[in-house]
Structure formats: structure tokens, C-alpha cells
């Protein structure tokens, strides 16, 4: 019942509306996570609590190892997290989060859930989250650059959250994460692309 509450709740209830939609699987937990806590006026709270159960993941290979193990049975990974959750005092909301996660065999994506509820508390705060991806890293010019190209997306009393990352096997250019928009403009992508349409035509 107690995982269920927060799934559960958008039917019983008016859902408050995030500032940001997000149409994905983990977008909709996160959102009806952000309307349970707006009720409840435990955003602060909430928002703690994921960050250090993000942060925990990183550190306790064993913990995600077992969230993440198919074999498992969903109930003894309840109790862990339950565990972990109570032990770190954390809200009965991110409580409800995990277990209505773990409910519904969905716990291989809570990494994607947590980044989905702080893109939601990045909007609620007026920050548009970026992540822009190259295959090496930008000298300090070339992130000028970049943040200066971005900022033409932003409106008026945003701020820009920009994360870089770098990954090797696009080969080249980049791919940028703004907002709710995703354009792809690495080499690895092209050549894919031009590979698709040599094979469509021999």
C-alpha cells in the first residue's frame, strides 16, 4: 500500500504542476514525486534526500549491486532500501519513491529518475540544465564559447546549469543536452547515419 501511495496519488488528487514537463517513464516519477512534496512543503527535504542516495550509490557498490540484481526478489530490495532510507532519516515521501520503484521493477532506472527530479528542481529555481558532451575535453576559450552559444536558448531570469562531459567514441563535434531538447551534432552520429544510407542503397 505505502508503495503505491505515490503512484496512486495523481488519481485521488490534483497533481501541483512541475515547471518543467517531462514525458519519459522516470519524468512521471519524478513529477508526481515534485507534486507529493510541493503538497507537503518538503521540497528542501525531498531534494536532500535524493542527492545523498545518489551519492550513496556511487560509493556502496554492494547496495546497487543488489538493487540491480534481476534475481532478487523485489521485497528483500524494499527492505534494503527501507533500511538505508530510515537509517539516513530521510522523508517518508522518498521513502514511498523507492518503494513504489522497486514495486514496480523499475529500479533500473533510478539514476535516471534523480536526474529527472533535478532537472524539475533546476526549472523550479529558474536554471535551465545543460550537459554538453565532447570527445575531448574544451580548453577554457572553447567552453566560453559554448556557454555563450547556449545562453541565445535561455529566457529571461534563467540561468544556465551547464555540465561537461567527455566521451571519447562520438569521435568529434558534440552532443548537447538543453532543457527538454536533445541535438546530436557528433561525428560518430553522421557517420552512422551515412553508414545506413550506403547499406540502403547497395
Known sequence: LQARQLSTSSASQQLVKAPVQLFTLEGRYATALYSAASKQKALPQVEKDLKEFGSLLKTDK???????????????????????LTKKKAN???????????????????????SSFDTIMAAERGEVVCEVTTAKPLDAAGQKEVQAALGAFLKK?????????????????????????YVDMSIASKINKYTQVIQQTV
Open 157 to 181: 531570469g534563467e540561468t544556465l546549469n551547464l555540465t561537461m562531459k567527455v566521451d571519447p567514441s562520438i569521435i568529434g563535434g558534440m552532443v548537447v543536452s538543453i532543457g527538454d531538447k
Open 62 to 84: 554492494p547496495l546497487k549491486e543488489l538493487l540491480l540484481n534481476p534475481l532478487l526478489k523485489k521485497e528483500l530490495k524494499k527492505e534494503a532500501l527501507n533500511f538505508a
Open 92 to 114: 517518508n515521501l522518498t521513502i514511498n519513491l523507492f518503494g513504489a520503484l522497486a514495486e514496480n521493477n523499475r529500479l533500473a532506472k533510478v539514476d535516471a529518475v534523480l
